[in-house]
């Protein structure tokens, strides 16, 4: 018997890592993505908008792409240039665009596909979570009709933004805020994991090896990625945090998580501003309910497994 397809709505900030998630997502036979709905994050709302449109004419995906909020709920918005370029998807060189935006925005695509969708749908929020936020905010009806979040965010130990916080739940941790308490089932997928990722010139020569269109533009993502990270954190390559997401979908056996009780720090803009603080070993476990599980291991072998079997799902 043919296993059920997920149904998903993808929201990033392309971003070198949505951008393989994304790749990732779209050419599985596991998920139906009904659509892309792009933030500000990684870049402006219009570089992460026109690389999202890149990506799929590049891939010839028919893939419908929405642009959603250009600003934070409360704070401005803060780019990650130093890590993502100033396109924010430095590296791979596309052909003049064709592939037109949706007429609609993004948080009003989303309010609508999931207030019309007989079945629960699933969000793969990969950047900060403002657009979701803000649908569950102008529409609450939307709730019961989200299966689950799997986002890319926070961590329960060092930060990368700050020494407290990580970047996609520092640019908006007010959204992060609504998101993590509106009670639907969440997992939060963060840098306690992420990190142990590292796309190192080995792994992109192995994917390179592929030969296809998908393979090379994930090559020329990662060379660049990895040649900043080095720089920034010396490390030997870039942690590849965003896949993550759909890999765990695909098979939720790579992730080891944990259920916690995990809040946001969103308050006075002090030194932990964005943090996700995450109750690890349960000392609140008789006054506050879990929310969330929490990433706290991952099989990094079986992790590029499913992202070269990913890339090979691709003809061409």
Known sequence: MEEKRIRIILDGDPGHDDAVNFMLACGSPRFEVLGITTVAGNQTLENTTRNALNLMQALELD???YRGCSQAMVREHIAAGDI????????????PLRRTIEAKHAVNFIIDTLMESEEPVTLVPTGPLTNVAMAIRMEPRILPKIEQIVLMGGCYQLGNRTPAAEFNIYDDPEAAHIV?????????IGLDVTRKCLCTPEVIERMEKIGNRASQIFADLMRFFSST?????????????????????????????RRMYAEIDHGCYGPSYGRTNCDFFGRT?????????????????KYWDIIEAGLRAYSR
């Open 63 to 65: 893939v419908p792409v």
């Open 84 to 95: 993502h370029g100033k396109s924010g998807m430095d590296g791979p060189v596309f052909e």
């Open 180 to 188: 993590f308490t509106c009670g639907r089932p969440l997992t939060m």
């Open 285 to 301: 476990a008789k006054s506050r309910e879990a929310n969330a599980d929490v990433a706290v291991d991952v099989d990094v072998e």
């Open 229 to 257: 990270q080095k720089k920034i954190y010396g490390w030997a390559g870039g942690p590849l945090h965003d896949p993550l997401t759909c890999a765990y979908l695909i098979d939720p056996s790579v992730l080891t998580v």
